[in-house]
């Protein structure tokens, strides 16, 4: 029984290898008892945060002030980053994998960070030298406006809601396990407070939430690798020949022969089943480093600092903080083998871990910080989740308002006063929205919904940013017909993959074989707007073609570049 | 927007430069560059995994750290690497020939 749910367990977090955030929140969840130094230190940070939503808010006079926040530093920003990307169910799924398996929890860490140097040397700066508000600015800067930001607007408010409804079921499940509340209560707190966030702060409220989130996240990890550490006299040879030592006297007390043993404790330096099928693998792989140069709210924050210089360098620090993070994982997995294993207090029988599957980082910090630092953990930990959905929602209502409203349907002639209104609406809408698909989807398997939003990210909007930006030929049709069809494929090839033909609709034999579709669907989304703008003979083509020049300089110089703090 | 500038605008200007033309090359070249050093890498440090778990599972000078540990690291601290190769340069060298190119051009 234990074995068969740890299996699919297993099975559960190689799905969603590409998933950023709850996906590898995974197995039975089990309520905790109610975690009140956890609950009073959340509510200290929430606290803090309204703070400086309120001061935010007195500040958030414009249509600019509220998608951008008026311009913060490349270092900031980058923390920000951070803070949006090291997701909760990272720190949590990433170090239980090790403390189970070992090894297997780094190589899922490593597909997270690759993306990073892709946006920086393909995107980023031309991103911030065209753009305003959103990618679309850029994707149809010298484009027809109606069809290519109506593209964007429909893939951006696709991958959003994926990826929302991962992290509100997410929440739900983490404020069970940490918190000991109810799921409807988890759902309706984050939904609330991403409101208020979004609703009243803007950009500028976001942006901090995200950092504080991040530095907590961070000195948070950092003390308990120290912690670790210390107890191995600050010697990794010692800490993974401990670990060893551990996993092989576990092995030995379940009823392996002596050499039997010795190979299993060996076998957490190594990868193990993580990695079965290399065409799986590598199109997870592809999913992970394109998506995220395709994922709207991460890219809108590149709108938040004043110019390309410093866009590189918020890419920078957030690649250094974000590999940071996933260091400090890999040595706390392989801490929390050495702590807690033959701890009663944190692993039953048959070493399974005392809460459920994920808990293996909130135990190793019970037992190295006490209660105080437990509820510190949990509070982080949940504090993630809001700074993930808030940048998420203020993403899509910049979709809708800047996008649709005012670009297409407005024609670039909105008041700003109704735009402004328009996206506020937009916020509500989905912080309802939000609620309500976090308790529909309360029972499924999210771990898809994350893995198809970063492959929907990487077939769609990637291809379309990418030739729209360095390829002269790329025309209106191409950009708007060819983007979907990326995004069909990806949606398409997940829906006959086994996630869904086998495991959803129960068919025997899935007939696209990969978990991913990352692997076909972006080419075929490449292929598609080379070959539709290719054969594009409309006079808008010509029109489409002749603007390059003008883009290209633009791009490359950010002569004439939107203040992004211009008021 | 217009399709193509008009004659001794500050954008005609610096089209005209020879000295934008190099840099956009460098710059796109350099890019590109590593971009593939990145793919090529990732796509190896995957296959390796899937097709040679046991070489990747060899303990590195007779300790108990493997191979699989020490190229992961590695994975990550080239991932931090490659992007500081790249902003060291971009905003050093390019930054200052573009600062130089758009001061001629005004």
Request: glycine residues 10%.
């Amino acid at each position: 029984m234990m074995r068969s749910m740890w299996r699919c367990a297993a099975l559960l977090v190689l799905l969603g290898w590409a998933s950023g955030a709850t996906a590898a929140i995974t197995g039975a969840i089990q309520r905790q008892p109610t975690n009140w130094t956890a609950i009073l230190m959340f509510g200290g940070f929430v606290g803090i945060t309204l703070w400086i939503t309120g001061a935010a808010a007195r500040r958030t006079r414009t249509v600019s002030d509220f998608y951008t926040g008026g311009g913060i530093t490349g270092f900031q920003n980058g923390l920000a980053m951070a803070g949006d990307y090291c997701s909760a169910a990272s720190f949590l799924g990433i170090t239980s994998q090790i403390f189970n398996d070992g090894y297997d929890g780094l190589i899922y860490a490593i597909g997270f960070l690759v993306g990073w140097p892709i946006v920086l040397f393909l995107v980023a700066e031309k991103l911030r030298n065209l753009g305003r508000f959103t990618f679309a600015d850029v994707a149809s800067y010298r484009f027809l406006q109606g069809p290519v930001r109506s593209f964007a607007a429909v893939s951006t408010l696709l991958v959003v809601t994926f990826y929302l409804i991962a992290q509100m079921v997410g929440a739900g499940q983490l404020i069970q396990l940490l918190f000991g509340l109810p799921y409807l209560y988890a759902i309706t707190v984050v939904g609330g407070l991403m409101m208020v966030y979004v609703l009243f702060g803007g950009m500028r409220a976001t942006s901090w939430v995200q950092i504080i989130k991040a530095v907590m996240l961070l000195s948070g990890a950092t003390f308990l690798v120290l912690g670790v550490m210390a107890q191995v006299g600050f010697s990794f040879e010692t800490l993974f020949a401990r670990a060893v030592a551990v996993k092989t006297k576990l092995a030995l007390e379940s009823g392996l022969s002596p050499g039997d043993a010795a190979t299993k404790g060996r076998a957490i330096m190594g990868p193990g089943g993580f990695i079965k099928d290399p065409i799986s693998a590598l199109s997870f792989g592809f999913a992970l480093m394109l998506g995220t140069a395709g994922l709207p709210h991460i890219l809108m924050r590149f709108f938040t600092v004043p110019n390309a210089r410093e866009a590189r360098k918020s890419i920078m620090w957030a690649t250094v903080w974000i590999g940071y993070f996933y260091a400090l994982t890999f040595v706390l997995g392989f801490g929390a083998i050495v702590m807690i294993s033959f701890n009663p207090d944190y692993v039953g029988v048959g070493g399974a871990l005392r809460g459920g599957n994920n808990m293996a980082v909130m135990h190793l910090a019970h037992a190295i910080g006490g209660n105080l630092f437990l509820g510190f953990i949990s509070a982080v930990a949940f504090a993630t989740i809001l700074a993930v959905v808030a940048g998420l929602t203020l993403s899509a209502a910049s979709a809708i308002s800047h996008d649709v409203y005012a670009s297409v349907m407005r024609k670039g002639n909105a008041d700003p006063v109704k735009e402004l209104r328009v996206s506020r609406i937009t916020t509500i809408l989905l912080g309802i929205a939000a609620i309500i698909l976090g308790v529909v989807f309360e029972k499924q398997n999210v771990a898809f919904m994350v893995s198809l939003a970063f492959a929907l990210a990487a077939s769609g909007n990637f291809p379309v940013l990418v030739m729209s930006l360095l390829w002269k030929g790329c025309t209106t049709n191409g950009a708007a017909w060819g983007g979907a069809i990326g995004l069909l494929a990806a949606f398409g090839l997940t829906v006959l993959s086994p996630v869904i033909w086998v495991a959803v609709f129960g068919f025997d034999q899935a007939i696209f074989p990969y978990s991913s579709p990352a692997l076909f669907s972006v080419p075929a989304g490449f292929l598609a707007i080379w070959l539709i703008s290719l054969l594009d003979r409309s006079p808008r083509a010509a029109l489409d073609k002749a603007g390059y020049p003008d883009q290209r300089l633009r791009s490359e110089t950010g002569f004439g570049v939107h203040e992004a703090a211009a008021h | 927007m217009q399709t193509s500038p008009p004659a001794d605008t500050i954008e005609a200007r610096i089209l005209a430069d020879p000295r934008y033309a190099a840099l956009v090359r460098d710059r796109q070249r350099f890019s590109w560059l590593l971009t593939a050093i990145t793919v090529i890498v990732y796509s190896a440090f995957i296959s390796l995994i899937a097709f040679d778990k046991p070489l990747m599972a060899q303990p590195i000078g007779g300790g108990t750290i493997s191979l699989a540990v020490v190229l992961g690291a590695a994975m990550l601290v080239g991932t931090i690497a490659i992007c500081a190769v790249y902003v060291v340069r971009a905003n050093g060298e390019f930054d200052s020939r573009l600062a130089e190119i758009l001061d001629k051009a005004k």
